[in-house]
């Protein structure tokens, strides 16, 4: 019997069947099949109802279980008798009528002894349990025949704790006493007429375990009950000590602890310090990040468990993404496919129902079932952005590129490029085949650097690109950026129109003809590098005889800038000239930093640099080995800069410092405030008079080479307006006025952050304020800017003083404000 819908399981059950929910890792009917079979009762039919593709694709025609299975499906609900009636015509001898959703390893062979010996027409499987409310109450006679029962009493009704398990045995002959073509129960119809008709109606006592796992509790409770060992069941994997499974190619670290007793599924991962406590199941390919603490949990396949999070008798269903830090307490059940932000937390009880998000540091104590907390949009701040191989997958990439590609006409041609790692490559293979799809060419740029790739982009028949990157400071995640025909991050609009057409999954088909091809960009490098030579005095820089160390930190810049510096006659110290993923995991920035500062004082050069993997940031070291702090970095080149600006303005963030106006308005440079996203700066580069662009992250824009990041591009200039001023940049250094910014963030729900924000213009109506991105309140000695995150639900708080600490004392006061706003 495998019919039922399993409504007190959701939202376990909310897009799978009952028979189908795991236990120990396999099906609930699995179990029961083994059962079977362990009996030599191989000639199975399965009466299925609700989701019964999923049971008949899942078991097929029973030979891989060694048995035989045929299916009956009820087209309307029918009751116990009457969807057994409705496979009579494979019943035509004794037969066992037994629930494909329940956890037993009763004998039923010795209730088809007894019935035999008693030559029954039916005989009731019947089990002592502690709470008989939710089943049939049987009473014998000595024989043990059935003198009477109640279907689901009420306690006032209760004469026995002795329940019908809903086993049966039973001969053809039954089928007289079950009417055709309508709901005939079997216990409210079928047995009490037989009684009234004194028909050989038996009850036999089973021995063995039997539960009906009807409810979350006794879900839980079934699993406990296997690992103790008071079920019979096949628990897969290899027992590595008594009351630990562990399933095939699983990696467990030496420096996890596993308290037991437990199950670790197949291809599991579970990462040094993370704890597997006491009566843990975890399916197939589930990841459990650095000291993770699970107890009395259940996890099903293809889960993601974050860093440091705390999981308490919960039950996690298939494919979740549980982020670092969540929290949940006893009673806690989650849906297939959720996402849960990090630092979320969920109270006793509550149950997520799937497909469902819930926002990072989010306290959720009632249940989710219709509405998501926090819905997550698919574009982040660069793009779109989540854990390689778990957020973002072959079959996601190639279907986000058919949405991009869907924007673009058919037959046009997209850029496309990656970094060197692994997860890049997979992940840009599957964007090009989903280009193709909808009918646009790709030329491929392979291994570069996203400004080489914005570069190319410039080309005539480009109409868009996509470069795939592993993520700053997590190598466990990627990033997909799209870049528009003008080679600059599509603007948010554009993300918008991509995002429904993923929603809808509203995807262009091409006929076959029509699919799009890769090529490969003839000479990208070579026209990158004479265009950028292009754009400096190359005879003032020769003239200087600069000796300079550059650090390419393992990336694709390397590919690009030997041919650039050899043309400007420097003499070149380069630090790790190669491309090398291992590398680039290995070591961050500011140790490549440090270490070109201590070859620049050993080697006496001019000049060292860093270019980030990417190739888009910049960590300049000045002539004395000093590393610049990215504030330094940018007002030392907008102090170079007058006398040699193509234009009339400056874009900077408006969190950029004050000193860097006042460095400025003496030469007649205006400065154009601009949002925080890198995207804003981009777009303001390429507006008239603009002739730089750069932020306090060491990312600079040279409009007159390429409206993009570039710090390739950037240490070339920072020679060319070195030589021309004919200083030393740890002059230029020394000369800087000090700036004191601080940053600060407080926690804001998200339904609160638009009240935030107008009750802080309320409280500053009585000074001046800039409004460019978020709210920025000027004071007589400084300013403070209030900004809500667009994907966290933080507000940021960033403030100028004259000192540090007057900066931090006016931060905190604004945080304090907003944090009393959200009481």
């Not at 949405?403 to 692994?422: Q, Y």
């Not at 991509?498 to 699919?515: K, M, S, T």
């Not at 860093?610 to 000045?622: A, C, F, K, S, T």
């Not at 080995?625 to 007058?642: D, K, N, Q, W, Y």
Request: aromatic residues 6%; glycine residues 10%; charged residues 25%.
């Amino acid at each position: 019997m495998a019919g039922g819908e399993g409504t007190r399981l959701r939202p376990l059950t909310s897009n799978a069947p009952k028979p189908l929910l795991p236990l120990v890792n396999r099906p609930m009917m699995e179990h029961i099949v083994g059962l079977l079979a362990r009996h030599g009762i191989d000639d199975i039919v399965v009466t299925v109802a609700f989701m019964a593709n999923a049971i008949r694709d899942y078991f097929g025609d029973g030979s891989e279980f060694g048995v035989k299975m045929t299916y009956a499906t009820e087209e309307s609900p029918l009751g116990t008798a009457g969807s057994v009636r409705n496979a009579m015509e494979h019943l035509t001898e004794r037969f066992v009528v037994i629930s494909g959703d329940v956890l037993t390893d009763i004998d039923l062979g010795a209730i088809v002894d007894f019935h035999e010996r008693n030559d029954a027409l039916a005989t009731i499987g019947l089990a002592h349990v502690d709470n008989p409310l939710e089943f049939g109450i049987v009473i014998t006679r000595e024989d043990g025949s059935i003198e009477r029962f109640l279907e689901k009493p009420t306690w006032g009704q209760v004469f026995s704790d002795t329940i019908n398990t809903g086993i049966f045995v039973l001969e053809p002959e039954i089928f007289d006493y079950i009417e055709p073509d309508r709901p005939v129960d079997f216990s409210g119809e079928v047995f009490p007429q037989l009684l009234k008709d004194r028909k050989p109606l038996f009850g036999a006592i089973a021995e063995g375990y039997w539960e009906d796992v009807g409810t979350l509790e006794a879900y839980v409770r079934a699993h406990k009950d296997i690992l103790d060992g008071k079920v019979t069941v096949e628990i897969p994997g290899f027992e590595i000590r008594p009351g630990v499974w562990v399933g095939e190619s699983a990696d467990v670290h030496p420096e996890a602890a596993i308290a037991g007793p437990a199950v670790i599924g197949d291809n599991c991962r579970v990462e040094p310090g993370a704890t597997i406590g006491e009566y843990t199941v975890l399916g197939s390919n589930v990841r459990v990040r650095d000291d993770a603490f699970l107890e009395r949990t259940v996890i099903n396949d293809n889960a993601y468990l974050g860093e440091g999070l705390r999981l308490r008798g919960t039950v996690v269903g298939r494919s979740c993404d549980l982020r670092a830090g969540v929290r949940t307490e006893e009673g806690v059940v989650i849906g297939d496919e959720c996402f849960l932000g990090e630092e979320a937390q969920l109270g006793p009880g509550v149950k997520v129902y799937p497909f469902k998000t819930i926002e990072a540091g989010a306290v959720v104590n009632e249940s989710i079932v219709w509405e998501s907390r926090g819905a997550r949009s698919l574009f982040g701040g660069t793009g779109v952005a989540g854990l390689a191989n778990v957020d973002i997958t072959p079959e996601f990439a190639a279907r986000v590129a058919m949405a991009f590609g869907g924007t673009i006409k058919k037959g046009s041609t997209v850029i496309t490029s990656r970094d060197s790692s692994r997860s890049a490559r997979m992940l840009k293979r599957a964007l090009m085949a989903g280009l193709n799809g909808v009918g646009v060419n790709v030329e491929d740029l392979e291994v570069a650097s996203v400004p080489v790739t914005r570069f190319i982009m410039r080309r005539p028949t480009a109409r868009g690109g996509i470069t795939v990157r592993l993520v700053k400071d997590d190598p466990q995640s990627v990033v997909i950026r799209f870049f528009d025909e003008n080679g600059l991050d599509i603007t948010e609009e554009a993300q918008r129109k991509i995002e429904r057409l993923y929603a809808r999954q509203d995807f262009r088909r091409v006929f076959p003809g029509e699919i799009g091809d890769i090529g490969f960009a003839p000479r990208a490098l070579e026209h990158y590098s004479t265009a950028l030579e292009a754009t400096v005095d190359v005879e003032a820089i020769r003239a200087a005889t600069f000796k300079v160390v550059i650090d390419y930190a393992y990336g694709s810049a390397s590919f690009a800038m030997p041919n650039v510096l050899g043309k400007l006659g420097l003499e070149v110290l380069a630090v790790n000239p190669f491309v090398s993923t291992a590398g680039v995991l290995r070591d961050d920035i500011d140790e490549h930093a440090r270490r070109v500062g201590d070859l620049v004082r050993t080697s006496g050069s001019q000049l060292g640099g860093v270019i980030d993997p990417d190739g888009e940031q910049l960590r300049l070291i000045d002539d004395e080995g000093h590393v610049l702090s990215h504030t330094e970095a940018l007002l030392a080149i907008l102090t170079l800069l007058p006398g040699n600006l193509f234009g009339d303005r400056v874009a900077l963030p408006v969190n950029t410092t004050s000193r860097a106006e006042s460095l400025l308005e003496p030469h007649g440079i205006a400065v154009t405030w601009t949002k925080l996203s890198n995207p804003a700066l981009m777009d303001a580069a390429t507006e008239p008079g603009i002739g730089f662009a750069g932020n306090q992250s060491g990312n600079f824009i040279l409009p007159g080479f390429m409206p993009g990041f570039d710090a390739a591009a950037t240490f070339v200039k920072v020679l060319d307006l070195l030589a021309k001023h004919k200083v030393k940049l740890s002059d230029v250094v020394a000369d800087l006025p000090r700036s004191h910014v601080v940053h600060e963030q407080v926690v804001t729900p998200w339904d609160q952050k638009g009240a935030v924000m107008r009750t802080l213009m309320e409280q500053s109506k009585d000074r001046r304020v800039v409004l460019v991105d978020g709210v920025k309140v000027l004071h007589d000695d400084g300013w403070a800017l209030a900004l809500p995150d667009p994907e966290e639900p933080v507000t940021h708080i960033w403030a100028e003083g004259t000192s540090n600490d007057a900066a931090r004392r006016l931060a905190q006061e604004y945080a304090r404000r907003i944090r009393q706003m959200v009481r």
